[in-house]
């Protein structure tokens, strides 16, 4: 069953788990799938939460502490959300030793409702570090433009950084120069530059689904024969991108100092649309260097029938270029689909956290014990 997953990662490509819960984690399947099908990390998001702590399977005691002590639901779900992502990393440590912190990752996000907040997001990312307290933690932050300051800012305090919501090749360039930036931030403080690590989630699906709308709405033979095409290029020119950036003087500087390389790490890898295979956004982006973070279904649809063939994104870069061009010469345009993208990645991870934030609450007022 993991030989598609063992090629994968014999070709490079980090296998993370797009997805984390209590009984994940008690009933030993984190456990398993490091151990069988060469998962290596762990992302979550408000929505993946959400769904977890609304479930209810696993959360009853600590709810029922939490409610028993009058907190906050805003620090319940804090310490609901650490806790987990605290055992969960605790499982991976003997990964993240082996790869000399390369891997063994788990991502635990910012609150969603501060993404345009630069202050607020430096502060919450602080304060999700010192709460987890485990070395392999990455705090994630979205790439918005209040964002990217953040990033700097908690890199160059030496704090391992997972950007997220990442979806124009614009951003992502300056991604990689805020992660620059905080590199030499932290080493002109005198931090130890090895030690700190970063990823790039640049966002895939997404981009077929909103491009892929748009292809229908033209309706042209022409324009259905781009279908399926556009979040590949939009991926396999990042990695263009990304091989520049991490070849050139600036980074060589700090490559000397010992400096880790952001890795591009391809998210939203579940595939949208039934018309297309369902490994597409993995098997379609391999090359050495990179994430893959999957949910469950994609990981197990890769491991029983993917097709791993090797680099399938370097020399791919003219073609590439050509499709994003062809579909710019239909009238869609490439910044009003990667913007929008942007607005509803983080208005549904708010939208998310709003739900967790209303379910906990009612939460505990059940379990709030009767007044003395």
Avoid: C
């Amino acid at each position: 069953m993991t030989d598609a997953l063992k090629r994968l990662s014999d070709e490079g490509v980090a296998i993370w788990l797009d997805d984390l819960s209590r009984k994940r984690i008690t009933s030993g399947n984190l456990a398993e799938l490091i151990d069988q099908s060469h998962v290596v990390g762990v992302t979550t998001n408000p929505s993946i939460f959400q769904k977890a702590i609304s479930s209810g399977d696993g959360y009853e005691q600590q709810l029922t502490d939490l409610a028993a002590r009058k907190v906050t639901v805003d620090e319940a779900i804090r310490m609901i959300t650490t806790a987990d992502v605290r055992d969960a990393a605790d499982i991976l440590r003997p990964v993240f030793d082996a790869t000399e912190g390369q891997d063994g990752r788990v991502s635990i996000e910012v609150d969603p409702r501060l993404a345009h907040e630069t202050t607020a997001t430096i502060a919450e990312a602080k304060q999700l570090a010192w709460l987890v307290d485990r070395p392999n933690t990455l705090i994630k932050i979205p790439a918005t433009k209040a964002g990217l300051p953040a990033i700097t800012e908690v890199i160059g305090k030496g704090i391992s950084v997972n950007v997220t919501l990442i979806f124009s090749l614009e951003r992502y360039r300056e991604v990689m120069d805020a992660y620059l930036a905080g590199l030499e931030k932290a080493k002109a403080a005198g931090l130890d530059l090895s030690e700190i690590h970063s990823v790039a989630s640049f966002f895939v699906s997404r981009v077929d689904s909103e491009i892929d709308k748009r292809l229908d709405g033209i309706g042209t033979d022409e324009a259905k024969a781009l279908k399926g095409k556009a979040a590949l290029a939009n991926a396999r020119l990042a990695y263009e991108a990304y091989e520049e950036v991490f070849s050139s003087e600036r980074w060589a500087a700090l490559d000397r100092a010992h400096a880790n390389k952001q890795r591009p790490l391809w998210a939203s890898t579940g595939v949208k649309d039934p018309a297309y295979k369902d490994t597409l956004y993995v098997v379609d982006l391999v090359a050495p260097g990179t994430v893959n973070t999957m949910p469950e279904a994609t990981l197990e649809a890769t491991a029983d029938h993917g097709e791993v063939s090797g680099d399938t994104i370097r020399g791919t870069y003219e073609q590439a270029r050509a499709e994003l061009d062809a579909v710019a010469k239909l009238g869609i345009s490439y910044d009003d689909v990667v913007q929008l993208l942007e607005d509803e990645g983080v208005e549904k991870f708010e939208a998310s956290w709003n739900d967790l934030l209303k379910s906990t609450e009612a939460e505990l007022k059940r379990l709030a014990p009767a007044e003395d």
